[in-house]
């Protein structure tokens, strides 16, 4: 059973992020804020549930969150400052567009840059722990996934509308075969050393 605040004194918003371990495609951030009454049987860590329930509960939140916000930084940028600050950044971007500023902010993971004065909790697996941060890591996890399924279409050689951008065997194979694209991290280790050498020994 997700908690549903951390304290009852303030607003809190819920922070996670999806796409950080892709290859190709931006960084998506989330930071949704809850009525501390929200409940939701579906409701859980995004990676632990069917898109379909994904999809279904992007709706409810949407229309039940007191605020929401859905933030990316694209894989240039990615590139040009690292995937951890583009993480940071993106959540950052998210809050500063949330219609009410939270007082506390829930973020999943260990790390987080400070968001100007707003004091934060960093909770390591806080998307099954939180119920405002598993609702963020949904939106974001949905709200990317439909922006490779997006650029699918575009480049269907990658398997992005299955793999969304993670290094799966098809991907890097594609790449192998077709070299890489334009949302492509070039920062990444795109194609393992095996790969490289023509032998396939990617176990994904």
């Known amino acids: ?19 950080r371990g892709c290859l190709a495609g931006p960084v998506f951030a989330a930071a949704v804020i809850l009525p501390k009454n929200f ?4 409701l859980n860590d995004s990676k632990q549930m069917k898109e379909g329930h994904r999809n279904e509960l992007r709706l409810i939140i949407e229309e039940k969150a007191i605020a929401y916000a859905v933030a990316s930084v694209c894989n240039v940028e990615i590139d040009e400052i690292n995937i951890l600050k583009a993480s940071f950044k993106a959540m950052h971007k998210a809050l500063a567009q949330l219609l009410m500023q939270p007082g506390l902010i829930l973020v999943d993971g260990n790390r987080f840059l400070p968001y ?22 949904i939106l974001a996890k949905t709200y990317r996934d439909e922006f490779m399924h997006q650029l699918h279409d ?3 050689h990658y ?20 070299g890489d694209t334009p949302f492509h991290r070039k920062t990444f280790r795109l194609l393992p050393a095996q ?4 032998l396939d020994l990617d176990a994904e």
């Open 1 to 19: 059973m997700l908690k549903s605040f951390f304290q009852k004194e303030m607003l809190e918003a819920g922070c996670d992020e999806a796409g």
């Open 116 to 137: 100007g004065e707003t004091p934060h909790e960093c909770i390591v697996q806080g998307d099954g722990k939180y119920a405002s941060i598993a609702a963020a890591s």
């Open 154 to 156: 575009q480049f269907p």
């Open 39 to 42: 409940r939701h049987p579906l």
């Open 159 to 178: 398997g992005w509308k299955v793999n969304k951008g993670y290094p799966t065997r098809q991907h890097r194979n594609a790449i192998r075969e077709h």
């Open 195 to 198: 790969l490289e050498l023509g």
